[in-house]
């Protein structure tokens, strides 16, 4: 059993964590107050091959592996959580799924401008009424000869306004259930796609999550990924991927409000001493220290098993349950550690904590990722 990252890891770490500091910081609170999309740092991002880390370098991607991956979106979302989500769902969701089982003409067309992040992707599966039971779906697409005229309405989508590519999830034979669904590549601009309205959330502010309607979209039938009915099994194996991102999104936003509660537990003074002296704040910074470490090692295993062939589908359910939980408590008390300063948006840390909600909740809530662990276990 080997612990140590190769040198490689640690170079992709030491690069996110540098173009965080000086690319994400400056103009972090500005966009989460406004909810204003980074549009030039995800530029930036894809220029340094943050966007399609792990593809093929044939298709203009970084040849990294997930360990890599998921080192670069912790540094990333320690500082901006909206950044983050951006990269994640380009990384594992779209340019993953377009690799692994897209036609090489959709990778000639669609992979190679998304690895470089010359444009973006966006992953459609929930609707205003099928979140968590994603069979449930009414988003429908009917053959018409030689295309599908695509219905229906998609919600909760990221890079909803700024993508250019999204893979979208339909019915095409309802009456088989989730063996009936197909999955489709959508161009923005398309005549009947329209892109409805921005949700006004209360943490990723800076992400652009909106609903999107299609109405008689007509999609070719070569924009179709894999077989008529493999889109259910598609939206599965993807997400089983997107999971380790997004627990890695988890993982960074606690360990960035666990390295501001250290840093200002040392700097301020109570009762003739820094905070840091007295026990009450030790013990939190034990708790907070010592779970980081447990979601790391949950992280990085997830990522690992992916990175040798293994199944990781439970792996990654488990990371992130637990990732997500630990984001969560130790966003909260690194604003107790604060104490006022922590309640307001200056130090940064009741921002995380906003943040860290949506970790349980998108890519699978955590009662979904319990029920992929406990069939994992029972089958
Ligand atoms: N990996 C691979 N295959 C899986 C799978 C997994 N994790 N979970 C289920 N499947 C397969 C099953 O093996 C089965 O295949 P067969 O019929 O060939 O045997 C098939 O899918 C149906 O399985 P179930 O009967 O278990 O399906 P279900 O209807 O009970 O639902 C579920 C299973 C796990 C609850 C699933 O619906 C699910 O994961 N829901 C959550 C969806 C989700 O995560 N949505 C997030 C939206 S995307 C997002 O948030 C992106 C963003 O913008 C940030």
Redesign the pocket.
Known sequence: MNFDYTEEHLAVRDAAREFAQTELLPGVIDRDTEAKFPHEQIKKMGELGFMGMMVDPKYNGGGMDTVSYVLAMEEISKIDASAS?SMS?NNS?VCWGLEKYGSEAQKEKYLKPLATGEIIGA?C??EPEA?????SQKTEAVKDGDHYILNGTKN???NGSTASVYLVIAQTDPAKG??GISAFIVEKGWDGFIIGKKEDKLGIRGSDTHSLMFTDVRVPVENRIGEEGFG??FA??T??G?RIGIAAQALGIASGAYELALAYSKERKAFGKPISQHQAIQFKLADMATNIEAARLLVIKSAWLKDQGQDY?HASAMAKLYASQVAMDVSVEAVQVHGGYGYVKEYHVERLMRDAKITQI???TSE?QK??IS?GILR
Do not use: P, Q
């Open positions: 989500v769902v969701l992953f599966l929930s979140g968590s039971d994603a069979t909760w989508i990221t989730h063996k259910f099994t599965m194996e997400l089983n997107g589908a998108y890519e699978g979904i029920i992929v069939r």
